[in-house]
């Protein structure tokens, strides 16, 4: 494997925040399972069978970060070896995946299309991270968490007006973001 795996951080980040439920997320960082995830990659680097193609090291990637999440929630949880909560969690990290390749293209339905969202992920889960905060936290709430406005709110401890505002920002910021990266 040749590829740059910190080029991949954005990436996993966006989908380990997303997995991390929001009472646990003042004692649980979703950069720390990260950087684990990419030490571990290092290390069985030579355990890897797939090809330099971005999209098969993001799906091995994905893989090794969800055992990582699944062990820090256990840890976190102190409970005993649930394995439906271990797989629902896997699941979860693969369907934050494919959220984060349909975020900004929705109303896309060709197949060319469809085949560039699976391309943009990177570029979207970078975007993702450069935005203000808040913003970032209402988008993860709302895209990857599946929250409601409301649950949004109470979690961020806001008014559903400033929610909506926030991920309107938020949106329009992606969005600029990635035509500009595009032109």
């Known amino acids: 494997m040749d590829a740059n795996l ?11 925040r997303g997995q991390i439920p929001a009472a646990m997320q003042a004692r649980l960082d979703a950069s720390d399972i990260v ?10 680097r030579e355990q890897y069978r797939g090809s330099n193609d971005p999209k098969q090291i993001a799906g091995w990637l ?3 970060l969800s055992c990582n999440l699944i062990d820090a929630l256990r840890a976190q949880r102190r409970e005993s ?16 995946s494919m959220g984060l390749e349909h975020l900004l293209t929705i109303d896309q339905s060709t197949p060319s299309q469809i085949v560039e969202r699976r391309f943009r992920a990177l570029e979207v889960a970078q975007a993702i991270e450069e935005l203000p905060e808040q913003q970032r936290d ?11 406005l409301d649950q949004i709110a109470l979690q961020m ?21 990635l035509r500009r990266e595009e032109a």
């Open 6 to 16: 910190d080029s991949f951080r954005p990436y996993l980040t966006v989908l380990a």
């Open 35 to 44: 950087q684990e995830t990419l030490l571990e990659a290092l290390r069985k």
């Open 62 to 64: 994905r893989e090794l």
């Open 81 to 96: 070896r649930d394995v439906n909560r271990e797989q629902s969690i896997a699941k979860s990290v693969d369907e934050s």
């Open 138 to 148: 209402a988008i993860m709430y709302r895209y990857f968490q599946k929250s409601s």
């Open 157 to 177: 401890d806001k008014s559903k007006p400033a929610v909506a505002g926030l991920l309107k920002r938020g949106l329009e910021t992606l969005r600029r973001r």
